[in-house]
C-alpha cells in the first residue's frame, strides 16, 4: 500500500460523513470538526465552488448563527444589506423592526456563503473527497458504511463513519438509499432566473411584485449585478428550454411595468420549484438536513437559510453525543427530528403562501391577496410577526409542560458583563449567564458569564442560540437538572 492509498483509507474512516458540500454540509462539518471530531465531506461534483447560484438572501437569524462562528462581518462586507421590501407595490415591509443586531436582508450569491464555510471547515481539518458519488449505505449497531465511486477512475470505494449525514440536495441519494419517501408536488414551473446589469435602478432595492399573470423580483447583488427572478404563466416550458434576455425583459414589464434597461446577462437559468418533506430526518446513525430533507417554493429566501438552521441544530447534537457529553444520547439525537421537522412543514406552508399570492389570478385569489395585503399594512404586528418567522428570529422549539417561559426560544445578542452572548457562543459550548454578584463558575466545558445589567435570573443557551432552560431568581435545583440533561455534567 503507498502513501497516498493510507491517506485516502484515513480520509474515509472519520466520526461523521457528510454527503454534500453545500452551506449545509460545510456548516455541519466545520461545527462538528471544531470540537475534535474527524469528519469527512463527500461531494459527487469535482472541487471548484460555481459562481451560478440560486440562493441570494441570508436572513438575519442565519447571520446570527454565523455570528456566533465569527463569520457574519466578513459575509456582510461582500454583501448588500436590504432593510425594506416592497411587496406588490402595494406595501412596504421594513426589517429594521427585526429584534436582531442584524435588522435586514443580506443579498449576497450563496458562493460568497460557500467560500466562507468551506475556509473554516479546512481550517478545523474537514477531509473533502470530491468527483465521489455515494452509491450504497449500510448500519450497524456501531455506525455506517457506505459505498462510494470515483468518478474519475470509476473505482469504488468504501467509508465507515459512527455517523452519516446527507446534504446532498432535492436529488439525495442518502435519502434514496435509506428508502425514505419524498411527498409533493411542484409548486410553480418556468421560472426563470438573470443576473443582469440594470440602466435604471427601481426606487425599492428589494422588489417583489405581480400581475397575476406574471411575477418578477429585483434584489442587488452590490457588485453592479442584480437578480431578478420572473415567472409568467402563459410561458411554460420544460427547464430545458432556453432562457433569452428578452423574455426576462417582457417578464419584467408586465410585472414591474418596466424592464428598467436590463443587460449584460452573466447567468440565465430556468427551473421549477416543489413542496416536498422526507417524514423523518433520522433513521438510525443517518441523518438528513437541508434540501435532502425538505424542499419549496424560493418565496421568502427560505431555503439556504432552513438547511443551515438544520445544521446548526444537529451539529452540537451529534458532537455531544460522540464526546460522550450527555446522558440520554437517543433523546438528543431523536430530538433535531422534533425540532427541526415542523420547522420545515412551517416553511413549506409559508413559502408556499407567498408564491401563490404572488400568482394570484382569480378574483377571489386577487381578493385574498388584497386581504393579506391590508393586513400586513394596517396591522403592525402581523407585520412583525411575519417578518420574524420568515427571517427565522421568530422560530421556537417546543419545551415542556411547566417549563419557563423563555425555553426553546431563540437567545437574542444580548450584552454580558465581558462581551456578547454570541461572541461567547463562539467557543461551540453551552454558556450560562448569571447575576453579577454570583460565582462565575460553570461546570464541565459550559462558559461562565454574567448579565451586563442587574438581572437576578440565569439563562443557560444552547450551542445553537437556543434557551436550555432559565428562571427568574435563585434556583439551584432547577439549574442542577438542566445541567445533567443537556450536558452530562452538574
Given at each position: 500500500?503507498?502513501?497516498?492509498?493510507?491517506?485516502l483509507d484515513?480520509?474515509?474512516?472519520?466520526d461523521v460523513?457528510?454527503?454534500?458540500?453545500?452551506?449545509?454540509g460545510?456548516?455541519?462539518?466545520?461545527?462538528?470538526?471544531?470540537?475534535?471530531?474527524?469528519?469527512t465531506?463527500?461531494?459527487?461534483r469535482?472541487?471548484?465552488?460555481?459562481?451560478?447560484?440560486?440562493?441570494?438572501?441570508?436572513?438575519?437569524?442565519?447571520?446570527?448563527?454565523l455570528?456566533?462562528?465569527?463569520?457574519?462581518?466578513?459575509?456582510?462586507?461582500?454583501g448588500?444589506a436590504v432593510?425594506?421590501?416592497?411587496?406588490f407595490?402595494?406595501?412596504?415591509?421594513d426589517?429594521?423592526?427585526?429584534?436582531?443586531?442584524?435588522?435586514?436582508?443580506l443579498?449576497?450569491?450563496q458562493?460568497?456563503?460557500?467560500?466562507?464555510l468551506?475556509?473554516?471547515?479546512?481550517?478545523?481539518?474537514v477531509?473533502?473527497?470530491?468527483?465521489?458519488?455515494?452509491?450504497?449505505l449500510?448500519?450497524?449497531?456501531?455506525?455506517?458504511?457506505?459505498?462510494?465511486?470515483?468518478?474519475?477512475?470509476?473505482?469504488?470505494?468504501?467509508?465507515?463513519?459512527?455517523?452519516?449525514v446527507?446534504?446532498?440536495?432535492s436529488?439525495?441519494?442518502?435519502?434514496?438509499?435509506l428508502?425514505?419517501?419524498?411527498?409533493?408536488?411542484a409548486?410553480?414551473?418556468?421560472?426563470?432566473?438573470?443576473?443582469v446589469?440594470?440602466?435604471?435602478?427601481?426606487?425599492?432595492m428589494?422588489?417583489?411584485?405581480?400581475s397575476g399573470?406574471?411575477?418578477?423580483?429585483v434584489a442587488?447583488?452590490?457588485?453592479?449585478?442584480?437578480?431578478?427572478?420572473?415567472?409568467?404563466?402563459?410561458?411554460q416550458?420544460?427547464?430545458?428550454?432556453?432562457?433569452?434576455?428578452?423574455?426576462?425583459?417582457?417578464?419584467?414589464?408586465?410585472?414591474?411595468g418596466?424592464?428598467h434597461?436590463?443587460?449584460?446577462?452573466?447567468?440565465?437559468?430556468r427551473?421549477?420549484?416543489?413542496?416536498?418533506?422526507?417524514?423523518?430526518?433520522r433513521?438510525?446513525r443517518?441523518?438528513?438536513?437541508?434540501?435532502?430533507?425538505?424542499?419549496?417554493?424560493?418565496?421568502?429566501?427560505?431555503?439556504?437559510?432552513?438547511?443551515l438552521?438544520?445544521?446548526?441544530?444537529?451539529?452540537?447534537?451529534?458532537a455531544a453525543?460522540?464526546?460522550?457529553?450527555?446522558?440520554?444520547?437517543?433523546a438528543?439525537?431523536d430530538?433535531?427530528?422534533?425540532?427541526?421537522?415542523?420547522?420545515?412543514a412551517?416553511?413549506?406552508?409559508?413559502?408556499?403562501v407567498?408564491?401563490?399570492?404572488?400568482?394570484?389570478h382569480?378574483?377571489?385569489?386577487?381578493?385574498?391577496?388584497s386581504?393579506a395585503?391590508?393586513?400586513?399594512?394596517?396591522?403592525r404586528?402581523?407585520?412583525?410577526?411575519?417578518?420574524?418567522?420568515?427571517?427565522?428570529?421568530g422560530?421556537?422549539?417546543?419545551?415542556?409542560?411547566?417549563?419557563?417561559?423563555?425555553?426553546?426560544?431563540?437567545?437574542p445578542?444580548?450584552e454580558?458583563?465581558r462581551?456578547?452572548?454570541?461572541?461567547?457562543?463562539?467557543?461551540?459550548?453551552?454558556?450560562?449567564?448569571?447575576?453579577?454578584?454570583?460565582?462565575?463558575?460553570?461546570p464541565?466545558?459550559?462558559?461562565?458569564?454574567h448579565?451586563?445589567?442587574?438581572?437576578?435570573?440565569?439563562?443557560?443557551?444552547?450551542?445553537?442560540?437556543y434557551?436550555?432552560?432559565?428562571?427568574?431568581?435563585?434556583?439551584?435545583?432547577?439549574?442542577?437538572?438542566?445541567?445533567?440533561?443537556w450536558?452530562g455534567?452538574?
Amino acid at each position: 500500500m503507498n502513501d497516498s492509498t493510507r491517506a485516502l483509507d484515513a480520509a474515509l474512516t472519520a466520526d461523521v460523513l457528510v454527503i454534500g458540500s453545500g452551506p449545509t454540509g460545510l456548516l455541519l462539518a466545520g461545527d462538528l470538526a471544531a470540537t475534535g471530531l474527524s469528519v469527512t465531506v463527500v461531494e459527487r461534483r469535482p472541487h471548484g465552488i460555481s459562481n451560478l447560484t440560486r440562493a441570494f438572501g441570508v436572513h438575519a437569524r442565519t447571520l446570527e448563527m454565523l455570528d456566533a462562528r465569527g463569520l457574519a462581518e466578513e459575509l456582510i462586507k461582500g454583501g448588500t444589506a436590504v432593510d425594506h421590501m416592497d411587496m406588490f407595490g402595494r406595501v412596504t415591509l421594513d426589517l429594521t423592526r427585526l429584534r436582531s443586531r442584524f435588522p435586514f436582508l443580506l443579498v449576497t450569491p450563496q458562493y460568497e456563503m460557500e467560500r466562507i464555510l468551506e475556509r473554516r471547515a479546512l481550517a478545523e481539518g474537514v477531509q473533502f473527497r470530491y468527483a465521489t458519488a455515494l452509491l450504497t449505505l449500510h448500519q450497524d449497531g456501531n455506525g455506517v458504511t457506505a459505498t462510494l465511486r470515483d468518478a474519475e477512475d470509476g473505482r469504488h470505494l468504501t467509508a465507515r463513519a459512527r455517523y452519516l449525514v446527507g446534504a446532498d440536495g432535492s436529488r439525495s441519494g442518502v435519502r434514496e438509499a435509506l428508502g425514505l419517501p419524498f411527498p409533493g408536488a411542484a409548486v410553480i414551473r418556468s421560472i426563470v432566473l438573470a443576473d443582469v446589469r440594470l440602466e435604471r435602478e427601481p426606487d425599492t432595492m428589494l422588489t417583489v411584485t405581480g400581475s397575476g399573470d406574471s411575477f418578477a423580483v429585483v434584489a442587488p447583488f452590490g457588485d453592479g449585478y442584480f437578480r431578478v427572478m420572473g415567472w409568467n404563466r402563459k410561458r411554460q416550458v420544460p427547464d430545458t428550454e432556453p432562457v433569452d434576455l428578452e423574455e426576462i425583459r417582457a417578464i419584467a414589464r408586465e410585472a414591474l411595468g418596466a424592464d428598467h434597461g436590463l443587460h449584460d446577462p452573466r447567468w440565465l437559468s430556468r427551473f421549477h420549484s416543489d413542496e416536498r418533506q422526507a417524514p423523518s430526518y433520522r433513521v438510525g446513525r443517518v441523518f438528513l438536513a437541508g434540501d435532502a430533507a425538505h424542499v419549496h417554493s424560493p418565496a421568502g429566501g427560505q431555503g439556504m437559510n432552513t438547511g443551515l438552521q438544520d445544521a446548526a441544530n444537529l451539529s452540537w447534537k451529534l458532537a455531544a453525543v460522540l464526546r460522550g457529553r450527555v446522558g440520554d444520547p437517543e433523546a438528543l439525537l431523536d430530538s433535531y427530528q422534533a425540532e427541526r421537522h415542523p420547522v420545515g412543514a412551517s416553511v413549506l406552508r409559508s413559502s408556499g403562501v407567498l408564491v401563490r399570492l404572488a400568482m394570484a389570478h382569480n378574483p377571489l385569489q386577487r381578493a385574498v391577496r388584497s386581504l393579506a395585503v391590508s393586513i400586513l399594512k394596517t396591522v403592525r404586528p402581523a407585520a412583525d410577526k411575519a417578518l420574524a418567522m420568515i427571517s427565522g428570529v421568530g422560530i421556537a422549539y417546543r419545551a415542556e409542560r411547566g417549563a419557563h417561559p423563555l425555553t426553546g426560544k431563540r437567545a437574542p445578542d444580548l450584552e454580558l458583563a465581558r462581551g456578547r452572548l454570541y461572541e461567547a457562543l463562539r467557543q461551540g459550548r453551552f454558556v450560562l449567564v448569571t447575576p453579577e454578584n454570583a460565582p462565575l463558575v460553570a461546570p464541565g466545558e459550559v462558559v461562565g458569564a454574567h448579565w451586563r445589567s442587574g438581572r437576578a435570573g440565569s439563562l443557560l443557551v444552547r450551542p445553537d442560540g437556543y434557551v436550555a432552560w432559565a428562571s427568574d431568581g435563585p434556583d439551584p435545583a432547577g439549574l442542577h437538572t438542566a445541567l445533567q440533561r443537556w450536558t452530562g455534567h452538574a
